[in-house]
């Protein structure tokens, strides 16, 4: 059964810096694209960032770049998201979510493995 578990969660002040992990298991991951969404209270799921199984493509939201960057682990199955500067309005459960389409794309329809989400919460 494939299985996507993120952690790394968690309250910080802004301006602080979280890093969040998300752990494949069930097959292997190693050509597959990965990519974080996000979800606030009362809004809908939005892109974050995705890479390629290379890691040679990566593209970010808009209001996540230069903030946050993401990466996979050598063995592909494990992806990062290192989020600095985080904003008030980066509060959101934030989930993992992979897919074989490409490049990179930015759909939540177009993936089809999801985790289950870790909570983000910035304080201001």
């Known amino acids: 059964q494939v299985q996507l578990v993120e952690s790394g969660g968690g309250l910080v002040q802004a301006g602080g810096s979280l890093r969040l992990s998300c752990a494949a298991s069930?097959?292997?991951?190693?050509?597959?694209?990965m990519g974080w969404f996000r979800q606030a209270p009362e809004k809908q799921r939005e892109f974050v960032t995705t890479i390629s199984w290379s890691g040679g493509s990566i593209d970010y939201a808009d209001s996540v770049k230069g903030r946050f960057t993401i990466s996979r682990g050598k063995t592909k199955n494990t992806v990062y998201l290192e989020m600095n500067s985080l904003k008030p309005e980066d509060t959101a459960i934030y989930y993992c979510a992979a897919t074989r389409r490409s490049p990179v794309p930015h759909l939540s329809s177009e993936y089809d493995y999801w985790g289950q989400g870790t909570q983000v919460t910035v304080s201001s």
């Open positions: 069930g097959r292997t991951f190693w050509d597959y694209t």
